[in-house]
């Protein structure tokens, strides 16, 4: 990697960009890391120079890129951080500070998760974008853990797809979170990742052919008939890590996995999407039921798309998603697609990304509640880790939860009182009852009874939620003191 390599990506990103801070952040870094050499045998100062092309490529803003070109330094080298802070200023070196912050942890074992998780979300709270550089750290390392002892790659590729992945997913990151789930993949599960690569290989080309001539048909259709300009069409391969878990949900067989290659139409605006499904549906006949539009009606978390499935060429079922330019930055990149280089506004971006953020906080009160690490570990695993669902007040506010939760989460989510008042609910205006799984988009009202003492025992095995179980068990504790001491009283 070189620094004009990195120059070319921001001024083909940013015409215009002054770069002149970028090569002065080269020169003292360079300058700091000489003579020092990675594991892998490089000179050091390719490690952040890699850093930083990936957050260049991410079209990342400038202070972001830089701080990665210098994000060793404090830790590695005789140079101070508050060196960098008079040379490049205190945004910069904030950003550096957040990273060496995220290196130092003391602890082994179980604890060491549970704090390297809690720096995580504190960074994420502070200023996202260390995380960032964080993960485009991480990329590289594991892209030359092959130097390192087997020790180490195995801590190292377990901790990025047991934390890192996680969090890139929750922040909607999705590209970066495949490329750490990937580049992890044959460190921890290496048999796994053997067996996928190889059942996986002649379907990959055999699909990859039907894509390709699904795509000729597609771009001769839209460019006899109709005006639409097409930014990108593509067929892209799903990862290796994602089909493996999609392989173990379809019963170890790779047959039931249809969207091995998914098809991908980026257009320039929202009139162009409709359109290119106009002419796909003519093209094909659609499959009931299976055409959505997250474009008048975006998912919760904000994504923005057309999609359609249909029996394509030879009557093949084929998946299609239409999106603009801008959506489709924001499906790939989640919260970093605020950070973008032509988002000058650092206070503006930082208000927005916190505010999208706000449940890290509740994450990180929680651990402040005096909670052992293996408690806070176990209930992050059961609410954070699981694939979250979107349900919505009668308002219209959307309440996030893990996958599996049940009105009684659901009532305990909005405020304690309401759960332990909780008589009833009604899923979508039906009556429901209390264990019925939530589903993404459904409504739920809780019906209270005022006179209610509190809750009942089974709802411990009828809540999914840590948070949920904790308040029953408080108020369960706070009604049997009740119950001795009136028992004694008498
Ligand atoms: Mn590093």
Same mark, same amino acid.
């Given at each position: ?18 770069? @002149? ?5 080269? @020169? ?19 490690? /952040?120079?890699?850093?930083?092309? #990936? !957050? ?22 005789? +140079? ?13 070196? +904030? ?17 060491? %998760? ?51 992945? =996680? ?21 921890? %599960? =290496? ?11 002649? +379907? ?28 990108? !069409? ?5 990862? %290796? %890590?994602?089909?493996?878990? &999609? ?11 249809? @969207? ?31 055409? #959505? ?6 998912? =919760? ?40 280089? #032509? ?12 505010? #999208? !953020? &706000? ?40 309440? @996030? ?5 049940? /009105? ?12 332990? &008042? ?15 799984? !939530? ?52």
């Amino acid at each position: 990697m070189t620094i004009e390599r990195i120059l070319e990506v921001i001024g083909k990103n940013n015409p215009g960009a002054d770069l @002149d801070l970028v090569r002065l952040a080269y @020169d003292f870094a360079n300058e700091a890391h000489r003579g020092q050499k990675r594991h892998s045998g490089d000179d050091y100062i390719q490690h /952040p120079l890699e850093t930083a092309y #990936k !957050l260049a490529e991410y079209n990342l803003d400038m202070a972001t890129i830089i701080a990665g070109i210098l994000h060793d330094v404090p830790e590695e080298t005789g +140079r101070t951080l508050s060196e960098i802070e008079k040379n490049f200023g205190l945004e910069i070196a +904030r950003l550096v500070e957040g990273i060496t912050k995220l290196g130092k942890i003391k602890y082994r074992g179980l604890e060491r %998760y549970a704090e390297n998780l809690r720096k995580m979300f504190m960074a994420i709270a502070e200023d996202v974008r260390v995380v960032f550089i964080k993960f485009a750290d991480r990329i590289h390392n594991l892209k030359t853990l092959y130097s390192l002892t087997p020790v180490k790659q195995q801590r190292i590729a377990r901790e990025s797809l047991e934390i890192y992945a =996680p969090i890139a997913n929750r922040l909607g990151m999705e590209e970066i979170k495949g490329e750490l789930e990937d580049l992890s993949f044959p460190y921890v %599960y =290496p048999e796994e990742y053997k067996w996928v690569l190889d059942i996986s290989k002649k +379907r990959y080309e055999e699909q990859k052919r039907f894509t390709d001539r699904v795509i000729k048909i597609i771009q001769k259709e839209l460019l006899e008939n109709s005006s639409v300009k097409i930014v990108k !069409l593509e067929g892209r391969a799903k990862r %290796y %890590y994602s089909l493996y878990q &999609k392989i173990l949900r379809k019963d170890m067989d790779i047959n039931k996995v249809y @969207d091995l290659v998914a098809l991908r139409i980026i257009v320039e605006d929202i009139e162009d999407c409709y359109r290119v499904l106009g002419h796909i549906h003519q093209l094909w006949p659609p499959v009931p039921g299976r055409i #959505k539009d997250y474009i008048a009606q975006p998912k =919760p978390n904000g994504y923005q798309s057309l999609h359609t499935t249909v029996f394509g060429p030879d009557g093949r079922i084929t998946e299609f998603q239409i999106r603009t330019q801008k959506m489709h930055e924001e499906a790939e990149l989640g919260v970093a697609a605020h950070w973008l280089y #032509k988002d000058k506004n650092i206070k503006e971006n930082l208000k927005i990304s916190q505010e #999208k !953020l &706000k449940w890290i906080q509740g994450l990180l009160d929680e651990k402040d509640n005096g909670k052992t690490p293996k408690h806070y570990l176990n209930s992050l695993k059961l609410d954070f880790f699981k694939n979250r669902i979107f349900v919505f007040t009668p308002k219209g506010d959307v309440i @996030d939860l893990p996958e599996g939760a049940t /009105p009684i989460d659901f009532a305990y989510h909005i405020h304690s009182d309401i759960g332990n &008042k909780c008589a009833g609910a009604k899923v979508n205006d039906k009556i429901a009852t209390l264990q019925t799984p !939530l589903k993404s988009g459904d409504v739920v009202e809780i019906i209270i009874d005022k006179n209610r003492k509190g809750p009942s025992e089974n709802w411990l095995s009828i809540a999914q939620t840590h948070a949920a179980r904790d308040k029953i068990k408080a108020a369960l504790r706070k009604s049997s003191r009740l119950n001795i001491f009136k028992f004694f009283g008498k």
